[in-house]
């Protein structure tokens, strides 16, 4: 059973840092997009950053670009976000997906494998 497990959110002021981590089990990812979508209170779910399977393609949305990184090892199977810089308006449930099709160079809502999420909180 595939699981993705995120972890390392949590509650920081304005200007601080936080990390994500993303393991996945019960299949490899290594060859799939991952990546990172986060939804506000009563907001849509939005795309946050994808990394392809060798981390040649990279995509953020326009909002964090510069302030957040997103990066993967393959051999633990595991994603990550680091986060710096943080704003109140990142104040969200961030999720990881994975794509259960090999080789795209972009995470897609559809057609991918979702994480239970966690929170971040970013306070002013």
């Known amino acids: 059973q595939v699981q993705l497990v995120e972890s390392g959110g949590g509650s920081v002021q304005a200007g601080g840092s936080l990390t994500l981590s993303c393991a996945a089990s019960?299949?490899?990812?290594?060859?799939?997009?991952m990546g990172w979508f986060r939804q506000a209170p009563g907001k849509e779910r939005e795309f946050v950053a994808s990394?392809?399977?060798?981390?040649?393609?990279?995509y953020y949305v326009d909002s964090v670009k510069g302030r957040f990184t997103i990066s993967r090892d393959n051999a633990k199977n595991t994603l990550f976000l680091q986060m710096n810089s943080l704003k109140p308006e990142d104040t969200a449930v961030y999720y990881c997906?994975?794509?259960?099709?090999?080789?795209?160079?972009?995470?897609?809502?559809?057609?991918?494998?979702w994480g239970q999420g966690t929170q971040v909180t970013v306070s002013s």
């Open positions: 019960g299949r490899t990812f290594s060859n799939s997009a």
């Open positions: 997906a994975a794509s259960k099709s090999p080789y795209l160079v972009v995470v897609t809502p559809t057609n991918s494998y």
């Open positions: 990394i392809n399977w060798n981390g040649d393609r990279i």
